[in-house]
């Protein structure tokens, strides 16, 4: 790293350092939002903590006919404005800071976009690439059924998350409801529409992402057509995101999958990647572009960088060479907080993750909502609602942005973590 600059040594915010735990991360980000809009300390020693957290052990019987035990969590963060809610992701490389730190950015996230839940998150350590059909359905089920006594439609509500998806949630809907007696689709979101699901949820958290994005290029007199792109991930969210952005005319340069990425300076043809996603179950396979590494992807001359992959992908090493006028989060996490100081510093917007990546949780509630009535909605009423809502918080923290010239993520914190203060004090601290 160079000399401090200016905004590192005279900043009046709470002091920061590079850390690769994500929830030392979030902490961090907390701490800074805290020492800005004054928090209240006591609220602020219960914000740091996660309210509850499982950590489960359980065997799995592989198709081999051996036994495998496998670790799974479930941390739920805060529930002062509701029942817990987050995602389950299954990786190899997930364990218990990492799950914190997604809850309590879950609680943000909610909290920013104004839907009445907490913040929770799940995870198991396996690597689901390895895993066959049978052997996920008998993981999935058993480990829904070791977080059965936190998880339910009135207090904690999964979706899926990183190497998860909608078969996993039916798989957990079918598992709680056979414990409990009778069919419960509202104890999970992001099932297959076909039992409850929503129409939408599978485009939304890519679709939030292109909202941001033009909200954002359009007050930086920015056009989005023909606007440079590069995409750090192609999953859910980073595929959903470009193919949109792509339909809209801005023009792809990169992307890349867990097996490697494309470039392209004249655009690629998103549609045509997908197809050989779909076939290949990689886009690398594609003749469209050069190869490219995830981490050179970052570095690209391009207008718009959307990391759309894992978390701490700009950090301290690389934030002076990212060449993105426009940062937009995918991803949960993926900038450091001294990244995050090094960007601002340097002009770059970056619209955060617990923003910029909220449409999916906005579409659960509406799934949640949804399957609590019985009563579902054709997918434009529910892609219009959900464009509302993303307006509104993007408003909002535009707003706190300009008038206390701040970054976007402090300025969404500012509202999201005022928002949980607020309803612990109101509520008070039992007993
Ligand atoms: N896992 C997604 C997220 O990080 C969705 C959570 C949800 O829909 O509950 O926002």
Redesign the pocket.
Known sequence: MGAPTLLERETHMADVRESSNPYENAIQQLDTVAAHIGLDPDIHEVLKYPQRELTVHFPVKLDNGSTRVYTGYRVQHNLSRGPA???IRYSPRTDIDEVRA?AM??TW?CAIVNIPFGGAKGGVLCDPRTLSPAESERLTRRYASEIDLLIGPNTD?????MGTNAQTMAWIMDTYSMHHGHTYPAVV??KPVAIGGSEGRVDA?GRGVYIVAREASKRMGMDLKGATVAVQGFGNVGGVAARILHEHGAKIVAVCDAFGGLHNPDGLNIPELMECQRNDGTLTTHAGGDPIGAMELLELPVDILVPAALENQITAANARRIQAKLVVEGA?GPTTPVADRILHDRGVVVMPDVLA??G??I??YFEWVQDLQSYFWAENEVNVRMEQMMLRAYQEVVAIADRDNIDMRTAAYVIGVQRVADATKLRGIYP
Do not use: E, F
């Open positions: 809610k987050g995602g997604l950015w879950m996230k509500i999964p979706a899926p998350d979101t992001g958290t949960n990546n909220a999916g949780v579409v659960s």
